[in-house]
C-alpha cells in the first residue's frame, strides 16, 4: 500500500501551553516498500508511526492510503480499516503470557477477516517447531518472531514497527532485521521501521530522517530501488 502524508501537523495542549511534535511532515514511500524512519529521542519517530498507524490522530494535514484518504474516516471506519490493514510490532513483544506461541497468533487471527494459515506464519518465521511453548520459555528474539507473526497473521498492506530490535543484542536483530526483509519480499508488505540503529539503512528502500518533530531528510537506497517506483 502506497502511503503519503502531506503537511501532517501533531499538537499537544497543555494548558496555554502547546508542543508540536510533528510539523508540517510530508513524505511517501511507495507500495512494497521497507522505509526506516531514524531521528534521536523526542524527535517524533513514535508520534508519526502511531498516526500512521491510526492509534493516534493528526491535528491537520493529510495522509493517504493508496487512493484512500484516510484523514477523512471517522473513528470506527479508522479501526475497522486499522483491524484488517495494518499490522504493529512493539519493542517489548507485549505477548499474552499464559497462551502459547500459537495461540498468541490464534487470538489476532480471530480479529481479521481473512487471516493467513497460522502454521504457514510460523513456518515463515522459523517458529514451528516452537508454537507449544508460552512466551516465558522463549528467547528474546524467538518472543519477537512471534510477535511479527501475530502482527502478519492478517497478512497486512501495511506493517509498523516501534524499535523492534531495542531490547534485543547485535546478533538477534540482525535476524530480526532479515526476517522482515523476508516477509517484505514473501507478502509485498509495505514495512515502516522506527529505530536509532543507523545500520538498518543497508535493507531499506527509503530512509526518513526527524528532528524535532521535522523531517530533516529523505534518502533512496540506491542499491535497493523500490520496487514500484513512480512519481508523485
Ligand atoms: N501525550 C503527549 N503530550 C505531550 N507531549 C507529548 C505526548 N506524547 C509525546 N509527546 C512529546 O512529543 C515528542 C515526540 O515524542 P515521540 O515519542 O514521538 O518521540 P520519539 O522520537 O519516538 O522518541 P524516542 O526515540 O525517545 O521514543 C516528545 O517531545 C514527547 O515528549
Known sequence: MSIKFKNVTKE??????????????SFKANEGE???????????????????????????GEIMFGDLNVSKLSDKELTKYRRNNVGFVFQFYNLIP?????????????????????????????????KNKFPQQLSGGEQQRISIARAIIKNP???????????LDYNTSKEVLELLDKINK????????????????????RIIKLRSGQITDV??????????EVEW
Open 98 to 130: 499464559n497462551l502459547t506461541a500459537f495461540e498468541n497468533i490464534e487470538v489476532a487471527a480471530e480479529l481479521t477477516k481473512s487471516p493467513l494459515k497460522i502454521e504457514e506464519v510460523l513456518e515463515a518465521v522459523g517458529m514451528l517447531q516452537n
Open 157 to 167: 498492506k501495511l506493517l509498523l514497527c516501534d524499535e523492534p530490535t531495542g531490547a
Open 12 to 25: 499537544y495542549k497543555t494548558g496555554t501551553n502547546s508542543f508540536y511534535a510533528l510539523k508540517n511532515v
Open 34 to 60: 521497507i522505509v526506516a524512519i531514524l531521528g534521536p529521542s523526542g524527535s517524533g519517530k513514535s508520534t508519526l508511526l502511531n498516526i500512521l498507524g491510526e492509534i493516534d490522530r493528526a491535528t491537520d
Open 186 to 205: 514473501m507478502y509485498g508488505t509495505t514495512i515502516f521501521i522506527v529505530t536509532h540503529n543507523t545500520s538498518i539503512a543497508s535493507m531499506c528502500h
Open 219 to 228: 534518502k533512496l537506497n540506491k542499491e535497493r530501488i523500490s520496487p514500484k
